[in-house]
């Protein structure tokens, strides 16, 4: 018993001890905290003068995420500040006010001024606190300092004693843009609190997102004060819609809330993606334990504070203390080190205080009138304007007000922690850490540098951003009901159960394209009726109730839906699955009396010119070879028949026997070629004549139906009526109605003078269906009027689209399709089109075998320079023999002169001769007479 009392009384002695060491030493505490105060206020400094600055604090100093946190970062900023700069001449004292909400927050600003004269207030917290804060500043002089109201709603640019020492909101939406290009997903929601905060980021985020091809689906601003019931409302109408990204703008509070909500409602689960802004991110390590475990597999950014020995020893020191330590709680230390600078910075302010203001009998009945003007205020505002240095939160640098923006983290929240994956700064985009920055760097927004994310459900598949409506929910089709044409569309219903059946071409080609898709589509179709429950309505209406978000009943529309460009506004559209256009039906005029010199038709006049030259020409090539070849002369009939009658009979009646050598054998045969040719080209072109005369259209143009003014029909319900009107410039009353094949074909056969039509305008698919069944009595003609086919119609910006498209790609190019056609079309739906239009068929031109005729030419001057015989031998043979008769001539010429002058010359010796034989003979003679004359 004895040994236990003396072990009861050590122990009571033991814990005495302890007790009285313990206030001991908080009273030994308390001393230097006053000696620090002591000190700061130089009340019994000796050595030196200190002036002291009064400035407030306005701090939430029960909010775990921000106020008690940034209360005790204050505190030890002046502590440290001061015990590092103890020779400082002007020294802070602070005055704290607590701002539980917005009233609290404008009493405590007024109650510093007024009271403590205070010529700075650090706070509000809240952005919606500081709007009044603000103007009491700018009245009083007084600069408001905040490190945490970062709602762009306020601005230094608009208020000049307000400064933010904190980056605001919109410093982060291009880190934001940059991770969901990133993930390549192209729309979101946004889910934002509706609150002064809350609404300042939106307009900046939104016009980022869609600068960079991003669209916000909905915006859903839910107000602060609304009750789990209703956020649960407004979360099962997100849920059935096809995004599956949603960013979150919140507060702390707010979030808390939410959170657990969504994990209740399904969405976070495998294919969501949740983002947080910065604010929610920052607060993170003070939300509850349980929110957290709801909120795994988010992504959340926030700002990056670089690593360094300060923050080190900083967090040391705080490392047992509570709340956990953020990024206000940095930048709000920081804060007062840089106001201290600037309060050192502006010199002796021993006779500065506050100065009355004037006011008016009126403004001077309220306390905030009679608060003053600060002296001292716009000086430190102007110092701490232009203060850098290097804080525990990074560089302090301010730029227009507020704090130059720096890098972010990117964090995925796990379990009940947080793991950086990566960071973002404004030179690099996304990278892995900021620490390895590499010089030259390209900006990127690849993912792929990230670390390995966990997504909601436990996923390590990032969410492709969109899906169809899950939880036994199907995709509704909206149908309309087509009264013609049945073979594209048909909606019955059965008699015994009500159930209705849908069939026909484009209802099986949706069901191929879906069965297409990578992804199983859950879908139903519904028929469309109007409010007055008429379900034969017109398709633009239809597209119309698409658009509209509030009432549209379908997720797409299915059916015969042609695409064009006013519609292309309203909805998306999937690729075409038929072919386009719009052209003109028309009656077949038989023309039974033909001209007599159809014949003459297929070859042009210049052509049938050319073909006769090059006929005589061949004749005239043979003619000069074949006159060298055979060594006698042919008789004119005979050059005749040679030049005329024998290229011409050689294609039919080959004779040998006149062609005697290589050459004109050379020359025959590319005559042959050409001739074969021109013959074959006018067959083939006289056949086609005779058979546009046989098929000839019975009007050919749209000004000749608008000049007569016959009347025209379109399909019921078609856009092309609205066509005819604005394109064609038809009179709204020359047109007509019709709905299907049958009544088409009567309109027709009646013709425009007897109560029907002179043609029908409509889409080329309808058109050949009509054609399949009436063809032999109808064409298409005129000119195509260009159109995209019919398409599936979507909502604009529905995800769905690329995939359906694709599919229709695989669909249209396989054996599918020719399935489908055949089904509803018949396998010899191919039919004429207008390009067999033409009052004067095909007629062929010189140009068309000029290449033949130059060939041809090329042969014939080849034979004739290679005949050496007769180019170059028989010329000059022909000049030589000319060449000696002519000399033979001048000769015989010259010869008979001489022979006549011999002559004379002979005849004269004779007389001479005879004279003399007289004379000496004594002879009688004439000169004998005449002696004896004599």
């Known amino acids: ?25 908080k009273q030994i505490e308390g001393h230097r905290e ?165 609404r300042g980021l939106i307009p900046f985020l939104t016009d980022a997102l869609q600068e960079s091809n991003i669209r916000v689906s909905f915006k859903y601003a839910i107000p602060a004060s609304m009750d789990p019931y209703e956020i649960s409302k407004h979360l099962h109408n997100m849920k ?56 795994e597999g988010v992504l959340g950014i926030r700002p990056h504070f670089p690593a360094s020995e300060d923050l080190e020893n900083f967090k040391r020191r705080w490392k047992w203390s509570a709340p956990e330590l953020n990024i206000y709680g940095l930048w709000a230390y920081d804060t007062i080190w840089a106001l201290a600078m600037a309060a050192e910075r502006i010199g002796d302010v021993s006779n500065l205080g506050f100065l009355k203001g004037r006011v008016s009998d009126v403004e001077g009945k309220t306390d905030i009138a009679n608060l003053g003007v600060s002296e001292v205020g716009p000086m430190l505002l102007k110092e701490m304007l232009n203060i850098k240095f290097k804080g525990l939160s990074g560089d302090f640098h301010l730029v227009n007000g507020h704090l130059q923006p720096s890098a972010f983290e990117i964090f995925n929240v796990i379990g009940t922690a947080e793991r950086l994956i990566g960071c973002w700064n404004p030179e690099e985009g996304i990278c892995q850490n900021i620490a390895n920055k590499k010089p030259n760097e390209k900006y990127s927004t690849s993912v792929s540098k990230l670390k390995k994310i966990i997504w909601p459900g436990d996923s390590i598949t990032a969410p492709k951003g969109w899906a169809v409506p899950a939880d036994g929910e199907k ?42 898709l990578p992804f199983p589509l859950p879908y139903e179709f519904e028929l469309f009726e109007d409010d007055a429950g008429d379900n034969s309505v017109i398709y633009d209406d239809l597209l119309h109730q698409l658009a509209e978000r509030e009432k549209n009943k379908f997720d797409a529309v299915v059916g015969d839906i042609t695409i064009v460009a006013s519609r292309a506004n309203l909805v998306d559209f999937s690729l075409p699955y038929t072919d386009s256009g719009v052209t003109m039906l028309v009656p077949i005029k038989h023309n039974m009396h033909r001209s007599m010199w159809v014949f003459l038709k297929p070859l042009s006049l210049d052509l049938w010119l050319t073909t006769i030259a090059a006929s005589i020409a061949t004749g005239i090539v043979l003619l000069i070879l074949e006159q060298n070849a055979r060594r006698e002369s042919l008789q004119p009939l005979e050059l005749l028949c040679l030049i005329l009658w024998f290229p011409f009979s050689s294609l039919v009646l080959p004779e040998r026997q006149i062609v005697t050598n290589t050459r004109s054998r050379f020359v025959l045969v590319v005559w042959l070629f050409l001739a074969f040719v021109l013959m074959q080209s006018y067959t083939a072109s006289l056949s086609s004549i005779l058979m546009s005369d046989q098929l000839q259209p019975k009007y050919f143009s749209v000004n000749e139906l608008i000049s007569k003014g016959y009347y025209v029909g379109y399909q019921e319900g078609s856009f092309t009526k609205s066509m005819l009107i604005e394109q064609l410039k038809f009179n709204e009353s020359k047109l007509k109605s019709y709905a299907n094949v049958e009544e088409f074909h009567k309109a027709l056969s009646k013709g425009s003078q007897n109560g029907g039509v002179a043609a029908i305008f409509d889409e080329i698919p309808y058109l050949k269906v009509f054609l399949t069944k009436y063809g032999s009595d109808f064409i298409m003609a005129g000119p195509k009027y260009r159109t995209d086919g019919f398409g599936f119609a979507f909502p604009l910006n529905s995800r769905l689209v690329p995939y359906v498209s694709r599919a229709i790609l695989n669909v249209t190019e396989g054996e599918k399709m020719v399935t489908i056609e055949t089904k509803y079309f018949g396998a010899g739906n191919q039919n004429q089109d207008s390009s ?99």
Request: include cysteine; charge should be negative.
């Open 34 to 198: 006053e000696e620090v105060q002591f000190n700061n206020g130089n009340k019994t400094s000796r050595s030196r003068k200190v002036n002291l600055i009064h400035v407030g604090a306005v701090v939430d100093e029960v909010s775990p995420s921000i106020g008690v946190a940034a209360q005790k970062c204050i505190k030890m900023a002046l502590t440290d500040f001061y015990a590092f700069h103890p020779n400082y001449n002007n020294k802070l004292v602070l005055h704290f006010r607590d701002s539980h909400d917005m009233v609290a927050a404008t009493s405590a600003a007024v109650d510093l001024v007024k009271n403590e004269k205070v010529h700075a207030i650090i706070g509000p917290e809240s952005s919606g606190e500081a709007t009044f804060m603000i103007k009491l500043g700018d009245k009083a002089r007084v600069p408001i300092i905040s490190f945490s109201a970062t709602s762009l709603s306020i601005s230094p640019s608009h208020s000049p004693f307000f400064v933010r020492t904190a980056q605001n909101d919109s410093s982060q939406v291009k880190a934001i843009t940059t991770l969901v290009q990133g993930f390549g997903w192209h729309d979101l929601v946004l889910i934002y609190e509706d609150t002064e905060y809350g």
């Open 475 to 516: 995709f509704r089709i909206g149908v309309p009901k087509k009264q013609g044409f049945n073979e594209f569309l048909d909606v019955t219903r059965n008699p015994q159960n009500g159930e209705l059946n849908f069939t026909g071409f484009c209802i099986d080609v949706f069901r191929a394209v879906a069965d297409a």
């Open 1 to 25: 018993m004895m040994e236990m009392r003396k072990g009861s009384l050590l122990s009571v002695l033991f814990w005495l001890m302890l007790g009285f060491l313990l206030i001991w030493g």
């Open 240 to 295: 059935k819609r096809q995004t599956r990204v949603f960013l979150v703008h919140v507060t702390s509070p707010f979030g808390s809330a939410l959170f657990p909500l969504v994990e209740k409602a399904g969405m976070m689960t495998e294919g969501y993606a949740w983002l947080l802004t910065n604010t929610l991110s920052n607060c993170l390590d003070a939300m509850d334990p349980l929110v957290i475990k709801s909120m």
């Open 836 to 934: 067999n239009s033409s009052s004067d068929g095909p007629c062929l031109e010189v140009s068309s075998f000029g290449g033949l005729f130059i060939i041809t030419g090329i042969a014939f001057l080849l034979a004739l320079i290679d005949s050496q015989t007769f180019i170059w031998q028989k010329p000059a043979s022909v000049a030589k023999t000319y060449y000696r008769k002519y000399v033979s001539f001048k000769e015989d010429s010259h010869s008979d002169v001489k022979d006549k002058e011999m002559d004379d010359m002979s005849k004269s010796s004779e007389v001479s001769a005879d004279a003399d034989h007289g004379c000496h003979d004594g002879s009688a003679g004439p000169s004998k007479h005449v002696t004896e004359d004599h």
